[in-house]
């Protein structure tokens, strides 16, 4: 018997998986590949289909290989759309299939891992990573299980689980030593030197990059080069290295150009332009900024591009920049809202959706009781037939079970109003700190007459250098201070005012019916009860977290003019009076006491350039000292101290 030859579509698939893992394939070839295996599926291109036949197993194919090529393109909508279809059709049709390859669904849960991290669903993104380790486990595949594992390993850290980040990254390593393939050991070396630069070592990361590097190029792999240069140059700009980035982003940008890999010609233009804008090379980085920020866009990669956004506006602030710095800051701040938004209502989803599977199970579970309950009605009647006095008490059984029943759906139904209304009031809460969210401040300003003239004290409150505690303690971490903040902030205000959690490590304070006094005296206590005692960190020992904040705060209306403002023009000025104290050294609050602008049209003027007005005298600052902090800290800016 002589193996079976594989027709003209299923060589085709293979060469394409082949050419793709191996990082051969240019983007326009995959294009190209995948429109063909459409059309030898029975479909139309993507552009120019109009009607898709049934989905099979062939349909599948053509999907990932649309998947491949998006992913090649950095086109995050595109693949994971292709991709999503490809692995509808694989769970449906491959357990009756045996034409079916474990391996292209293994490709299939790595492409959705991959694309969901970069648009913002990191709780999605997991799942994939981890079913791909299954299947690759299942059958003995240790190449594909330690790429798996390498992937998963990097979301875990992304999302603050630092131990199953080590755990799983050093069995990546380790599988991938054993092997002994360049190809395996460059691939699994990206995840390495991403999981060393998110923990601050730089020095590690350019040695893994470079270790990468050096394989890729033996083993002819042209993506994971341009990938690898990717890495060095990310970590030679964060650790102060602007013309030796430039030089590794300069050094990749023509390969990826010339292999068609858009995303990683996306992100070494990204690290070019950074150091560009530490160079003081100011026309070349802002001519390269919005391009950048529109391929982000446009790619459907929410996360990387509110990463975008946060590094330009560290950059522009580091280089003196501060009106370009802010007005990045703003669109990240805003793009933040929007992810929380979304994930926020994808997990409102879950829930219901889960609620609806328990209904519909409730529903099954009342229709076999009506079913039973119809059998004993027939076996009564027979009864009756025989014996007269055996049927009258078969009625007052049957009485007696339809009273139950009846109480048995009102239980149902008042269940149902109450998980009705524990919907509701989830989604105007923030789910870590049990704060308002966004909608919920919305609704009660609305409420209380304060949505189109909002009259009272206003402060945004920032936990300063909320990122290093994420970055050197974990996301735990994070988490902790979030919640000891917050319960903090419980404290200092009243039951009527509004306390809300504004995104990120931001709160909001609303207090209406008060004066200006009030409102610097409620900033003064804010900074001396968050900053006054240290914070516990889970796991750390003896070690104490000293969390201080930076306040903005003013009270509306503003004198001279005392203008009538809507709360998000009174939170923007706010908000301005923040960023000031952020830049003055943070640990302290800036008030915001007058506006000397006689109509909205000079309001609008202030706020376009306030560090302009500040300058010209047209608003007026003042500002409160936080609580003094050890010496120790003070010298070195570092957020973890000794209890």
Known sequence: MTARTPGPGRRSLQLLRRAVLAGALCAGAATALAQGLGAAAGMAPPQAASAAPAPGLPTAKAALARARGADLRGDTTAALAAARAALEIFVTACPGDPRCDWREQWETHLLLARHDLRSGMGST???????????????????????????????????????EERRLLAQALRMARLD????????????????????GNLAGAQRSARE?????????????????????????????????????AEQGLPLARQIGDARGG?????????????????????????????????????????????EFAEAFAAAGNLPEALRLHHRERELAAQMMAADRDA???????????????????????????????????????????????????????LALMVRRVRELN??????QAFLRAQSHRDPLTGLLNRRGLHETTAARGLDLRFEGALLLVDIDHFKRINDGHGHAAGDVALVEVARRLIGVVRDEDLLVRWGGEEFLICVGGVDAAHARNLAQRVLLTVGGAPVAVPGAGAARLRVTVSVGYAHFPLPPAHLPLAPERAINLADMALYTAKNRGRNCAV?????????????????????????????????????????????????????
Request: glycine letters at 8%; a positive charge; proline letters at 4%.
């Open 125 to 163: 993104a997991l799942p994939h990573a981890n079913a791909a380790v299954e299947l690759a486990r299942g059958v003995g595949d240790a190449p594909r299980q330690a790429l798996a594992l390498a992937l998963s390993a990097d979301i875990n850290g992304q999302q603050g689980d630092v131990a």
């Open 180 to 199: 002994g393939a360049l190809g395996l050991r460059a691939q699994v070396g990206l995840h390495e030197s991403n999981v060393l630069r998110r923990r």
């Open 212 to 248: 990468g590097l050096h394989m890729a190029r033996e083993a002819g792999l042209r993506r994971f080069e341009v990938l690898h240069l990717v890495n060095l140059s990310d970590a030679l700009v964060a650790d102060g290295q602007p013309r030796a980035a430039l030089q590794a």
């Open 266 to 310: 996306r992100a070494l233009a990204h690290n070019a332009a950074l150091a560009r804008i530490a160079l003081r090379q100011m026309p070349q980085a802002m001519q390269m900024l919005e391009g950048l920020l529109a391929s982000y866009r446009g790619s459907g990669a929410r996360a990387d591009e509110a990463i975008a956004l946060r």
């Open 347 to 401: 997990a409102l989803a879950d829930l219901r959706r889960r609620f609806d599977q328990e209904a519909q199970q409730r529903r099954l579970e009342r229709l076999a009781g009506e079913s039973r309950l119809m059998s004993a009605r027939l076996d009564n009647r027979q009864a009756m037939q025989q014996v007269w006095a055996a049927g009258g008490v078969a009625l007052l059984l049957v009485a007696a079970l």
């Open 414 to 419: 008042r269940q149902l109003r109450h998980n």
């Open 591 to 643: 008030g915001l006491t007058q506006a000397l602008a006689t109509d909205a049209e000079g309001l609008r003027a202030l706020e376009a350039d306030f560090d302009q007005a500040r300058l010209d005298g047209r608003v007026l600052l003042e500002q409160l000292a936080g609580p003094p902090l050890p010496s120790s800290q003070a010298a070195a800016a570092q957020p973890l101290q000794p209890a």
